[in-house]
């Protein structure tokens, strides 16, 4: 709808009179042109002032749009007499005189809007949204679109139910209907004006599914108690949780008021609500990128290096990790908040991961950067090589939020190929050892070992050993080579870890079994895709 009829008369005097902005008159009149909202508030304001002195019987029209795109007018419409036109009484409606029009034009000028507290007005001008610009250039970040956010005070929720009864009230007073799921929303409102001035300043066009979001946060603590009376009507609905400052959140406020009945509400709050003196405080303005997934494979050649830090009690054991000495790197060059890393199954501290690497993945949080060549990958790549002698990185790409869900998938359906050094108490001969390499598809049964009890929970688990192929070195020891499905912890089944594995190597070769060096020769998850040199 983008004028405003006969019928939005009353509606247009009732909130003027209250001290509602001319924005939201048009949100409550349920005029849906995006354009009109974006006229200057005197403007608006002009506009109404002439549609309230216009003729009852009389049509005509008032410009609210200009040539560009192509014009759209408030237009008054003729009404025939009828039941609709009949208040309850029987009686023709009475509108408001102009001059009372004129009165509360002049009066709502100076006002703070008594609905939404001044966003639709201050916070729509040029130099606000500069200000918001300013902000986001400050921040260097790298994007070519923008999605926009808003966090209003929860009791501006409050302030429309209270506006909507009264322009309700009076509706019903002169016999008219009034639909509210037809008025428009003040989040919708503000960003049909602020979005195109934004676009322009940035340089970019708004879109709804980008990843860089622009938010602010609005707060109004001179009427932060107006949602008070809720919790008394609706006490279920403002429940304590966590991270929360306040139990008044805007869904909990929301879920109040769609629960408290109309006249309880109208004995706690004035319909329509009245004007406050201030306006509303831009707490907050914020920029936010989406997260940016790095992934590649590692090779570790330390035995003295874990996978992730390693901390225990609050002490610090060992000075870096796998996960450190790559992500230092990707978080200076993205220019992130954070980092989370994941990876295709994780090796002990003392064990190596040789041959083609483990796959890995990184999500860096709130990237000011997120562009990269290719070259610039592989000098990111030759950089975090040249740094360190524990690790080496190869294949390192930018990939997507869902494709990480591949090497998840490897963790348990995959399998993986080890190298052990083992040692036994009792001397062997080659041939003691060489039934080994005849086994295939052996079971096993793994209690979780001891060593890693505390952190997983109490459970048998049946893995397998696909193959097995010994090399004999001297009487005490030998290596062997494994295929096994992911999961099965190796070390348990060269020792037995106390019998909770069974059987294990100690047990086929009825002796005391232990290992003494393990590498993972393999991890068979076929991603991420491998790269040309």
């Not at 007499?81 to 001059?99: F, R, T, V, Y």
């Not at 503000?190 to 860089?212: C, M, N, R, T």
């Not at 070259?375 to 869902?402: C, F, G, H, P, Y």
Request: hydrophobic share 35%.
């Amino acid at each position: 709808m983008s004028s405003l009829t006969e019928k939005d008369r009353p509606i247009v005097q009732l909130l003027l009179n209250a001290g509602t902005c001319p924005r939201c008159i048009l949100r409550f009149c349920c005029v849906g042109s995006q354009m009109l909202y974006r006229h200057p508030h005197k403007d608006l304001m002009k506009d109404l002032q002439e549609f309230l002195k216009n003729n009852q019987g009389k049509e005509d029209t008032v410009c609210l749009d200009g040539a560009d795109p192509p014009c759209k007018r408030i237009r008054l419409e003729h009404r025939e007499e009828g039941a609709d036109d009949q208040n309850h009484n029987g009686a023709i409606p009475q509108i408001p005189s102009a001059d009372n029009g004129s009165a509360a034009m002049e009066s709502s000028a100076v006002k703070v809007c008594n609905v939404c507290l001044g966003i639709l007005q201050e916070f729509c001008e040029a130099d606000f949204v500069k200000k918001v610009c300013q902000k986001v250039n400050s921040a260097d970040y790298q994007f070519t679109s923008f999605v926009f956010s808003v966090s209003l005070p929860p009791q501006l929720s409050v302030r429309e139910r209270a506006a909507w009864l009264g322009v309700k009230q009076e509706m019903r007073n002169l016999g008219l209907p009034l639909a509210k799921d037809d008025i428009v929303q003040l989040k919708e409102a503000y960003k049909w004006i602020i979005h195109p001035q934004l676009s322009e300043e940035l340089g970019v066009p708004a879109d709804g599914k980008s990843l860089f979001e622009v938010s602010v946060v609005f707060a109004h603590p001179e009427t932060d108690e107006e949602c008070h009376f809720l919790a008394t009507a609706c006490p279920d609905c403002f429940k304590p949780a966590k991270n929360k400052q306040s139990v008044f959140t805007r869904m909990a406020v929301i879920k109040a008021l769609e629960k408290i009945k109309e006249e309880d509400f109208l004995k706690h709050f004035p319909c329509p609500p009245s004007s406050p003196k201030k306006l509303c405080d831009a707490l907050e303005i914020q920029c936010n990128n989406g997260a940016v997934f790095v992934a590649g494979r590692y090779n570790k050649y330390s035995r003295n290096l874990p996978q992730t830090p390693w901390i225990i009690d609050g002490e610090r054991k060992l000075e870096s990790s796998v996960e450190e000495l790559i992500s230092e790197h990707l978080m200076a060059e993205f220019k992130a908040d954070s980092f989370n890393f994941s990876s295709s199954g994780r090796e002990d501290v003392d064990v190596r991961t040789l041959g083609n690497g483990r796959p890995f993945a990184i999500e860096l949080v709130n990237p000011r950067r997120i562009r990269f060549t290719a070259e610039e990958m592989k000098r990111l790549q030759q950089a975090i090589n040249d740094s360190s002698d524990k690790i080496q990185v190869r294949d390192l790409q930018l990939v997507t939020r869902e494709a990480i869900g591949r090497m998840k998938e490897g963790e348990e359906e995959k399998t993986k190929t080890y190298s052990a050094l083992i040692w036994t108490d009792r001397a062997i001969q080659k041939e003691d050892i060489a039934f080994l390499d005849d086994i295939k598809e052996l079971k096993l049964d793994q209690k979780t070992p001891l060593r890693v009890l505390h952190r997983r929970p109490l459970a048998v688990r049946c893995r397998l050993i696909h193959t097995m192929r010994s090399e004999y070195i001297d009487e005490h020891h030998f290596r062997l080579h494994l295929k096994t499905q992911a999961g099965t912890y190796i070390k348990e089944f060269v020792h037995g870890d106390f019998g909770r594995t069974k059987p294990n190597i100690g047990s086929l070769l009825n002796r005391t079994a232990d290992i003494l060096e393990l590498d993972v020769e393999s991890v068979d998850v076929d991603w991420p895709p491998t790269l040309a040199d």
